[in-house]
């Protein structure tokens, strides 16, 4: 088993938090966390969302993914309600299709806190490319100043065409 930990590389739709304050919105989410410098604002309106793209330096296509790990690090604004939002991410397979995850429900206060979500036990055979994303889930502004995730692979070779055999089952045993 490999690991890869992925900072976001570029934005991509729907692209509906703002900028509230840094350079761009990938140096906001990436890092190091750097809290109040740099950070993306949901706004009050709810469910809406924020995508990034990725570009994995080793995970290639083939290799079989067998966990992600999404990582962040939020707060709502000082005097404001605590605001929930979610994570989540979308996966291109290989010969076609995609795998998804998204965490449950995850809840800021008025300081910065880590948060994550583990997507374990899969078996999902990279196609070359990889999206995160993080939603707002009520009409309440959430801050986020950090957003990655680590792949767990295993390199394509010997496992990969038992894993796709695996996979195209599963794709049509369902309605």
């Known amino acids: 088993m490999s690991t890869e930990t992925i900072q976001v590389s570029g934005t991509t739709s729907p692209d509906n938090w703002s900028l509230a304050a840094g350079a761009s919105k990938q140096a906001a989410v990436n890092q190091p966390d750097d809290d109040a410098t740099s950070y993306l604002s949901s706004g009050v309106t709810s469910n809406t969302e924020q995508h ?25 604004p000082g005097a404001g309600a605590n ?17 998804t995850g998204e965490s449950g429900t995850l809840t800021t206060t008025n300081t910065w806190t880590d948060f994550s979500y583990s997507d374990t036990g899969l078996s999902a055979l990279f196609g070359g490319s990889l999206t995160l994303y993080v939603k707002n889930t009520q009409a309440r502004d959430a ?11 295993t390199p394509g070779g010997a496992t990969a065409q038992p894993v796709r055999t695996i996979h195209q089952f599963r794709l049509r045993g369902n309605p």
């Open 52 to 76: 990034f793209t990725l570009s994995p330096a080793a995970l290639a296509i083939g290799d079989t993914i067998t966990q992600i790990d999404i990582y962040a690090r939020g707060r709502r």
């Open 83 to 99: 605001a929930n939002f979610v994570v989540g991410y979308s996966l291109a397979l290989q010969g076609g299709g995609t795998a």
């Open 143 to 153: 801050w986020i100043t950090t957003l990655y995730c680590t792949i767990t692979y």
